[in-house]
């Protein structure tokens, strides 16, 4: 079906740096919108980032809006995930998803890559 690999997780302290990075193998890649999620212990698993298919339509969780940035590059197929001012609460695994844009929102398929572990102390 589709394979969504991320890569770019680490330790960083807080205040840092990450740049996440998500590679789709879909032959469609260009037709679906991208998101990413976040699972920290203990927690379900949330909401962070979505991207339409032309990058025309981008939101965020109230969380991180002002720190993250979303952006695509569907001649890659790849979808990336900037992250600056990093906060001890960022602390999850992310997960690249994909889905589609509906009522101006994001609505997630039950698509997901295997995440990677961002770490960020205090």
């Known amino acids: 079906q589709v394979q969504l690999v991320e890569s770019g997780g680490g330790l960083v302290q807080a205040g840092g740096s990450l740049r996440l990075s998500c590679a789709a193998s879909?032959?469609?890649?260009?037709?679906?919108?991208m998101g990413w999620f976040r699972q920290a212990p203990g927690k379900e698993r949330d909401f962070v980032a979505g991207?339409?298919?032309?990058?025309?339509?981008?939101d965020y969780a109230d969380s991180v809006k002002g720190r993250f940035t979303i952006s695509r590059d569907n001649a890659k197929n790849t979808v990336t995930l900037q992250m600056n001012s990093l906060k001890p609460e960022d602390t999850a695994v992310y997960y690249c998803?994909?889905?589609?844009?509906?009522?101006?929102?994001?609505?997630?398929?039950?698509?997901w890559g295997q995440g990677t572990q961002v770490t960020v102390s205090s």
């Open positions: 998803n994909v889905g589609y844009y509906s009522d101006s929102s994001y609505h997630k398929y039950d698509y």
């Open positions: 879909a032959r469609t890649f260009r037709a679906y919108a």
């Open positions: 991207i339409n298919w032309n990058g025309g339509r981008i």
